[in-house]
């Protein structure tokens, strides 16, 4: 995904690394460069507030549920695959 203008840390990129941008697993460099990113660009800014609710969600209803160790590589990997389909 790219909204189009020019940033310095591509908007794929961001997207990629949100949820370790919202666990807090990101350097402090690497979160200000996210921080600066969802700042100045919108549209990055709508998907970020969108996957934040989603993931508080998930952590109030199932936060005391055990997860499979690989559900994370299957959500981001169906997240991908949906925004390849939406692209094309």
Do not use: F, N, W
């Amino acid at each position: 995904m790219s909204c189009g203008d020019h940033h310095d840390t591509d908007c794929g990129e961001v997207l990629d690394r949100v949820y370790s941008y919202l666990d807090g697993e990101l350097d402090d460099s690497r979160r200000a460069e996210i921080r600066q990113h969802l700042e100045e660009c919108g549209p990055c800014l709508e998907e970020y507030g969108l996957e934040k609710v989603v993931k508080q969600l998930v952590a109030k209803h199932c936060g005391c549920d055990p997860v499979p160790g690989d559900l994370r590589d299957k959500v981001l990997a169906r997240i991908a695959q949906v925004r390849a389909e939406l692209a094309d």
